[in-house]
């Protein structure tokens, strides 16, 4: 669809958020300002210089409104008019406004008939913004065409990530029943930190000394919880506290990790196939090549697959201090989930992959979304061989709400040998036993 079009169909486009006793008035000033400029032109520009494009439109709805025609007009209609229109053309028409609403982190389109998004944690209803399934469809292409994915009846589902870091997620029919469904979640402009997330609630400072702990130690850390409850929001924040002289690679399926100070950073993205069916670069395949890059510590964003075998390989052989998330509900969970991935890629007796999930990993994050949207850590865990090779975990901490302080249950071992070795000092963690126990 070019630029042009994209303002001929301004009108279709405007839903909701252009009311009906603007709509003619959002038509007219499309008419008017295809006078003015003509569209191959834009379209063009818009090419070679999105910037100076979109100054050329303005200027052109500007031209427009001094005219006798709209003097009437109050500046509010005009400037509202005037957003409207370079949302539709560059932007995400009805979506525009939620996109740059800071506070919202997650937004929901459920057909025609709803739209919701996620702010602080908490889902709210916004109401039906698109008016008719060719509407949103128009919108979905245009989202999709610049990043050269399509969408059809062929291949209904698509996820892709946005030139703002965006990660869009497309459903149509007739996968989905009620129309498509477009899920955007948003990429956070500044990176949470330990220190923020102490801060919002999310633990106290015997928590957070214990993180940065772990890190230090050079402990390979599983971050747990289910779907929104901030896995990788943790996951960046402990990658934050990592030594700036060590040589870090992410892999990921849609890149949101951030390392705005970190100067030593490889950051890998999987990639699907295209339209034929060819080109994919899976998480496993990433994680296969991160060991050949030199790393010293490898983030997988996060294992849902056969990559678990691989990850807990790298795990083993020398890069201590790795990093991931799994969709797990209890760090015992999170063992039960492992080795159903660790069988996707190798049918391997159970034993074995608990022994090897033992000697690979040391410490669960267990992370947690409460009933009012607000996360917290709701269990620290240690993770050991037990007998006969088996998988054991042993809890630390733990905490049933964010209105509870939680409750300290052991000192795992590997602080005091962290201790030993230097690692951490002796003294602040004396001082952290007494605080806890």
């Not at 003097?71 to 525009?96: C, N, W, Y």
């Not at 979905?140 to 996820?159: F, H, N, Q, T």
Request: net charge negative; with cysteine; hydrophobic share 45%.
């Amino acid at each position: 669809m070019t630029l042009m079009e994209r303002v001929g169909s301004a009108q279709a486009e405007s839903g909701r958020f252009v009311s009906d006793a603007n709509a003619w008035m959002l038509e007219e000033l499309k008419d008017e300002v295809g006078a003015i400029i003509a569209g191959d032109t834009l379209a063009s520009l818009a090419v070679d210089n999105p910037k100076r494009a979109r100054s050329e439109l303005k200027s052109a709805m500007r031209s427009v409104f001094s005219t006798a025609k709209w003097a009437a007009r109050s500046g509010e209609t005009k400037e509202q008019l005037a957003k409207e229109l370079v949302d539709t053309v560059f932007g995400l028409g009805p979506l525009q406004s939620l996109v740059e609403d800071r506070d919202v982190t997650e937004i929901m389109v459920n057909g025609t008939s709803a739209v919701f998004v996620e702010r602080f944690g908490v889902v709210e209803f916004q109401g039906a913004l698109f008016v008719n399934a060719t509407q949103l469809r128009s919108l979905i292409d245009r989202i999709l065409a610049p990043l050269g994915r399509r969408v059809d009846e062929s291949s209904p589902m698509v996820d892709a990530r946005l030139p703002s870091g965006h990660r869009v997620n497309v459903v149509i029919p007739p996968i989905a029943l009620d129309g498509p469904v477009v899920t955007i979640r948003k990429f956070a402009e500044r990176t949470m930190r330990l220190e923020d997330m102490q801060e919002s609630g999310s633990f106290d400072r015997r928590v957070a000394q214990f993180l940065r702990w772990a890190v230090a130690a050079r402990k390979n850390v599983a971050v747990c919880g289910g779907t929104g409850s901030g896995k990788t929001t943790m996951l960046n924040a402990l990658s934050c506290v990592i030594p700036k002289q060590e040589r870090i690679v992410t892999i990921e399926d849609s890149a949101e990790l951030r390392f705005n100070e970190h100067p030593h950073v490889v950051r890998l993205e999987s990639r699907s196939s295209n339209a034929e069916g060819v080109g994919e670069v899976s998480i496993r395949d990433l994680v296969r090549n991160a060991l050949r890059m030199r790393p010293d510590r490898i983030i997988v964003g996060e294992c849902r697959g056969a990559e678990a075998l691989d990850m807990l390989t790298a795990m083993n052989t020398g890069h201590d201090g790795s990093l991931t998330t799994l969709h797990a509900n209890s760090p015992a969970d999170m063992v039960m989930r492992l080795v159903t991935m660790v069988r996707y890629g190798m049918d391997l007796p159970v034993e074995v992959i608990e022994g090897n999930i033992a000697s690979a990993l040391d410490v669960v994050v267990q992370v947690s979304r409460g009933c009012d949207g607000r996360r917290f850590v709701s269990s620290l865990a240690s993770v050991v061989r037990g007998v006969k090779d088996a998988c054991v975990i042993e809890e630390a901490f733990s905490r049933a709400s964010m209105d509870e302080q939680g409750c300290w249950k052991s000192v795992p071992i590997w602080i005091d040998e962290a201790c030993g070795r230097g690692s951490i000092d002796e003294c602040e963690v004396a001082a952290w036993k007494a605080e806890c126990f």
